[in-house]
């Protein structure tokens, strides 16, 4: 009578060992997923984060030189057409590695210029504002993981 027992409560212990360690492993999963998706969501702001750093520069450019002849370019301009092209490379770059989209393909279009009239074009900036809005919303951060609601007020937990 005592080994039943015995069994019996070996079993109950075995159950319920397996129950604690199905749990733990649904929590490592969900764990493993959200921290799988805070990564991918923080390539998407690295991306996003370059991009408006080209949006400035080429804005900036803009503002610079909006009035000047494209055909005669001054060694300051010059040198900041160059730096502006760096950005966008370093911008490219990144986004090189990501997969196709329409987000990815809009950054391409707007950062395919070369000459110096390119860069003046307001045309290029609305194209690259366009990229940026696609990339802004890839890279979207969750309420939750700021602790406020849709409309961005704090959740109070009691």
């Known amino acids: 009578m005592l080994g ?13 060992t397996l129950k604690v360690t199905l749990d733990s492993l649904k929590v490592t999963k969900e764990s493993i997923e959200r921290a799988r998706m805070d990564w991918a969501k923080q390539k998407w702001f690295d991306l ?4 408006d750093q080209a949006y ?3 804005e900036e450019y803009q503002a ?6 494209p055909a005669i370019c001054s060694p300051q ?8 092209m760096d950005i966008f490379r370093e911008a490219c770059t990144m986004a090189a590695v990501f997969p196709k989209n329409q987000a990815i393909d809009t950054l391409f279009k707007s950062v395919n210029f070369t000459t110096v009239t390119d860069a003046l074009s307001k045309d290029r900036l609305k194209i690259l504002s366009d990229a940026l809005e696609l990339l802004r919303q890839k890279a979207f951060i969750n309420a939750d993981v700021l602790n406020v609601d849709a409309e961005g007020d704090p959740i109070i937990k009691s």
Request: with cysteine; charged share 15%.
């Open 4 to 16: 039943v027992i015995l069994a019996f409560a070996a079993l109950v212990i075995a159950v319920w």
């Open 64 to 69: 610079l030189y909006q009035s000047c002849n």
């Open 48 to 51: 996003y984060f370059k991009a």
């Open 77 to 84: 301009q010059e040198k900041d057409h160059n730096r502006l």
């Open 56 to 58: 400035n520069a080429l």
